[in-house]
C-alpha cells in the first residue's frame, strides 16, 4: 500500500529526513514516535505529495507520488498537525466545500458530509461557525475532511490534539475502527495512544529510524533489553533485602524497600541466562531457602515509554 525507499528531505543544507524506508500494508496502523524535529511531519507532508522528497521514492499503491500527485490525493485524507479550517464557515458550509474540492460528484456530496459528521460526533455543531467551536470540535471538523472522500489510507497527525479524555476515547476507538479496513498513519506524543491504537511503530529519532516493528520486536532488539527480564516481588519473612548470586543468571540494578507490616518489596533485573533456565524457578527456590514467603512475584515487560526514552536519547541521556 505505502512504500518508502530511501527517502530524504533537505531544506538547505539542513536534512530533516535520512534515508528512510518502511512499508505499510492494508488494514494497518502505523503510529510515528519521535521527539520534537524527528521528521515526523515532513515525512508525512511527502506521502501525501505537499513536499517532494530530495532523494528516494514513496509509492502509493504501487505509484510514485511525483507521478500523479492529484490522483495520489484522491486516495489519502489527511489531518495536518496545524489544521487549517475557514473559521467563517459551519461545519456543514465547510464540508460542502471541502466535498467540492475533493471532486465528490454534485449529488453525493450532502450524504458524503453526513456520513463524517456522524464518525466524528458532529451532529449537534454542524449549523455552528468553525470559529465559535471548541479547539477539540475543531479538531473533529478536520478528521470529518479527512473521511469526508472514503480515502483507502488516512494520514493523521497529532488527530487527538486539544481533546478532552472523553473524546480521545472517542477518536481513538475510530481510528481503530477504520484501520480495520484502511491503511492508517498517524503522529503522536502520546505513548498510551500508540498502545491503544497501533499495530505497529515506528521510531524516529533525529530524521532517521531508530527502531520499527510492533512493541514486543522493538523491546527485544533494544540495546540493553534483549534477554534480560526485570522482576517485581512482595517478600514476608526476608531477613536481608536483597538477591545473592543465583546459579545460570546475571543480577543487576537490585533495589529494595520495606513496606507495610514487614513486606518487603524487591526490584531487579536478570540477564545472561543460559538456554532451559527458568528463573521464576530459580527465584522461588531462592526465597524458599531463605524462609521467604512470597506474596507477589511479577515479571515486567520493556514498555514503550523505557523504548522511547532508550532509543531518543544518548549513553548520557541526553535528547
Given at each position: 500500500?505505502?512504500e ?26 502505523l503510529?510515528?514516535l ?8 515532513t ?21 510514485p ?24 464557515l ?6 460542502l466545500?471541502?466535498s ?25 455543531h ?19 475532511q ?6 483507502d ?5 497529532e488527530?487527538?490534539?486539544?481533546l ?36 505497529r ?5 533525529d ?21 534480560l527480564?526485570?522482576?517485581?516481588l ?22 529494595s ?25 530459580l527465584?522461588?527456590d ?34
Amino acid at each position: 500500500m505505502i512504500e518508502v525507499e530511501n527517502l530524504s528531505k533537505k531544506y538547505g543544507t539542513f536534512e530533516a529526513v535520512k534515508n528512510v524506508s518502511f512499508f505499510v500494508g492494508r488494514e494497518q496502523v502505523l503510529g510515528f514516535l519521535g521527539p520534537n524535529g524527528a521528521g515526523k511531519t515532513t515525512i508525512m507532508k511527502i506521502l501525501t505529495g505537499y513536499h517532494l522528497p530530495s532523494g528516494g521514492q514513496v509509492k502509493i499503491n504501487g505509484v510514485p507520488v511525483e507521478e500523479d500527485p492529484v490522483g495520489i490525493k484522491q486516495k489519502i485524507g489527511y489531518l495536518s498537525e496545524r489544521n487549517p479550517l475557514y473559521g467563517d464557515l459551519s461545519c456543514d458550509e465547510y464540508l460542502l466545500f471541502a466535498s467540492g474540492a475533493r471532486l465528490i460528484p454534485p449529488k453525493e456530496r450532502q450524504k458524503a458530509v453526513d456520513a463524517a459528521i456522524a464518525a466524528c460526533g458532529l451532529e449537534g455543531h454542524r449549523s455552528h461557525r468553525i470559529e465559535f467551536l471548541s479547539k477539540g470540535y475543531r479538531q473533529r471538523v478536520g478528521l470529518a475532511q479527512a473521511i469526508l472522500h472514503d480515502p483507502d489510507i488516512l494520514i493523521l497527525d497529532e488527530p487527538t490534539s486539544g481533546l478532552d479524555p472523553n473524546q480521545i476515547i472517542e477518536i481513538r476507538n475510530l481510528i481503530r475502527g477504520l484501520g480495520k479496513r484502511k491503511t492508517v498513519i498517524l503522529s503522536t506524543h502520546i505513548l498510551q495512544e500508540v498502545e491503544a491504537v497501533c499495530s505497529r511503530v515506528l521510531i524516529l529519532n533525529d530524521g532517521v529510524i531508530a527502531a520499527q516493528g510492533t512493541a514486543e520486536e522493538i523491546a527485544a532488539g533494544v540495546k540493553g533489553g534483549a534477554g534480560l527480564e526485570t522482576w517485581e516481588l512482595l517478600l514476608k519473612g526476608a531477613r536481608v533485602p536483597c538477591l545473592p548470586d543465583l546459579p545460570g543468571v546475571e543480577i543487576r540494578d537490585v533495589s529494595s524497600e520495606i513496606a507495610d507490616n514487614g513486606i518487603v518489596r524487591l526490584c531487579f533485573t536478570l540477564g545472561g541466562k543460559k538456554p532451559g533456565v527458568e528463573s521464576g524457578e530459580l527465584i522461588f527456590d531462592w526465597a524458599l531457602g531463605q524462609g521467604c514467603k512470597i506474596i507477589e512475584m511479577t515479571k515486567k515487560k520493556l514498555s514503550l515509554e523505557d523504548i522511547f526514552v532508550k532509543l531518543t536519547t544518548d549513553e548520557s541521556g541526553t535528547k
